[in-house]
């Protein structure tokens, strides 16, 4: 399964874009990349994801690089209400399905 | 639809106790997963369920066991309470696990659990 690596921590002001990079060189071709995000002590939540094109949905815009070594995950207006702990992961691709969650980025949308 | 409830939200063990924690979900999904959060790591996979009947063991399984009798519920049982296992418990379930667009798991709000 395919490691990824996010900066530990973000600050960003309200009412401006978050973007949430993520490095994942060794991502294999049928491999996707998911975004979740947990907000303070809550269960996590699916934002997002994507395997070779730019995906839209109403939470968030996911930006994946041509060769699919990283991607950007984009908040184009954030609230203070994202303020939480945003995971990029890259499916597992076995018959469990478990998702590897690593450590994340915190992300601070301040006022 | 209530997703996925877990109860207890709270609970304090003693060293050798032991309990279980409740998960149902009413999706009907076949993929069913139990991880735990240690304060400010990231989640780890003790066991999942691809369906009634099914369980196979994740990451970090010992100390834990689970049943899957039915597609809504996902028990998971601590038999001897143990310091290490102070940790918050979350329940998860899909409608796949194969990889790829049935990866998106919906999780339930927790169980803090601690042990003492």
């Known amino acids: 399964d395919a490691k990824t690596t996010q900066p530990p921590s973000m600050d960003c002001a309200e009412g401006r874009a978050a973007n949430l990079p993520c490095n994942h060189s060794t991502i294999s071709g049928n491999e996707y990349v998911y975004w979740y995000r947990q907000i303070h002590s809550q269960g996590p939540q699916y934002i997002i994801h994507?395997?070779?094109n730019n995906e839209t949905n109403e939470m968030a815009s996911l930006i994946i690089t041509e060769d699919r070594k990283s991607s950007t995950l984009i908040l184009p207006h954030a609230t203070l209400r994202d303020t939480a702990v945003y995971y990029c992961?890259?499916?597992?691709?076995?018959?469990?399905?478990?998702?590897?969650f690593g450590k994340g980025t915190k992300l601070s949308v301040k006022p | 639809n209530a997703g996925v409830t877990q109860t207890p939200k709270f609970r304090i063990l003693k060293i050798g106790q032991s309990m279980t924690l409740q998960c149902t979900q009413d999706?009907?999904?076949?993929?069913m997963y139990w991880y735990r959060q240690d304060p400010g790591m990231g989640l780890k996979l003790i066991y999942y369920?691809?369906?009634?009947?099914?369980?196979d063991k994740g990451e970090v399984p010992n100390g834990y066991n689970v049943s899957r009798s039915t597609t809504e519920d996902f028990p998971l049982r601590l038999e001897l309470a143990a310091p290490s296992q102070t940790s918050v418990y979350f329940c998860?379930?899909?409608?796949?696990?194969?990889?790829?667009?049935?990866?998106?798991?919906?999780f339930g709000p927790g169980t803090r659990l601690t042990v003492l």
């Open positions: 998860a379930s899909s409608s796949g696990g194969a990889g790829g667009p049935r990866d998106t798991q919906y």
């Open positions: 369920s691809v369906g009634a009947g099914i369980t």
């Open positions: 999706m009907n999904h076949n993929y």
């Open positions: 992961i890259i499916s597992y691709g076995g018959s469990q399905g478990n998702l590897i």
């Open positions: 994507g395997l070779k």
